[in-house]
């Protein structure tokens, strides 16, 4: 039994980048604290599969095709989420990319710009849209990941360290602005997640992990559940911009 300061029955959530990893994750601990739940990302059909199987925790679940760099896909989305359900109480901002993987002297334009635009400028855009419909009710959750490369830089990481510090700072501001209309921006930042990696890369990792991670080895998605719940519910109404880092430790090093 959910207790009653993180239940969520009768909430609808909206999790971009939902259908897998990191945001899979948390769009199901929102589920199994009773939320209606949204999942919005580009892969339509991955999104169909991931609210079938979240229906399962007998909730209702809207798949919504969406680009979050896209401002037209963005405005569609949100409106699709008011129609269906009425309204909208949390946004998770999930959705993202590891960026190039290069020196800032072999990055492309494009690639560049691609990060940011997904990293930073889809933060904005479902933000602003989703905070328009929560000042209507006057209250609202917003939920942005970014990461522990919010706060330090990363070599060969420039785009990926440049759009999560701005996150964490566009975040901040967010949450001084909407903190009067009773909406609560917090950031939730992530440290080595095993999440979308290949298996040879996975394996070298989880050994590393063993090594410089002192809780000794990498998060598990499911890692992240009770804290988005805790964003998401009555028991963080007093949390105002706040960032925490879900590490294992490895920030503290």
């Known amino acids: 039994m959910t207790l009653p300061m993180f239940d969520l029955t009768g909430k609808v959530a909206v999790v971009t980048g939902g259908y897998t990893g990191i945001g899979r994750s948390i769009a199901d601990g929102l589920a199994e604290a009773g939320a209606n739940i949204a ?37 569609a989305m949100i409106e699709t989420t008011v129609r ?16 190039s993987a290069k020196a800032v002297t072999e990055m492309g334009d494009e690639e560049w710009n691609e990060t940011l635009d997904i990293n930073l400028r889809g933060i904005f855009l ?5 905070a328009r419909e929560m000042i209507k009710r006057n209250s609202g959750k917003i939920i942005n990941v970014t990461s522990v490369a919010s706060f330090r830089p990363v ?10 510090g701005g996150a964490l700072l566009l975040s901040q501001v967010m ?23 290949n298996p040879t890369l996975l394996e070298k ?8 991670i002192p809780i000794g080895r990498l998060g598990e998605v499911d890692d992240i559940k009770g804290l988005a719940i ?19 430790g490895t920030f503290l090093k």
């Open 175 to 197: 949450a001084l602005e909407l903190i009067r209309h009773n909406i609560n921006v917090n950031v939730i930042c992530p440290g080595f997640f095993a999440t979308h990696l």
């Open 205 to 212: 990792m989880r050994q590393a992990g063993t090594k410089i």
């Open 39 to 75: 999942i919005c990302a580009r892969q339509f059909d991955r999104c169909q599969l991931a609210c079938s199987e979240i229906e399962s925790l007998g909730v209702e679940a809207l798949p919504v095709k969406c680009d979050v760099s896209n401002k037209e896909d963005v405005e």
């Open 126 to 130: 479902c933000s602003r849209a989703a």
């Open 230 to 248: 805790l964003l998401a519910s009555p028991a963080s109404d007093y949390m105002v911009g706040s960032a925490i880092i879900i590490d294992g």
């Open 155 to 164: 070599p060969h990481s420039g785009d990926y360290c440049a759009s999560k």
């Open 84 to 99: 269906e359900f009425g309204k909208i109480d949390i946004l998770v901002n999930n959705a993202g990319i590891t960026g």
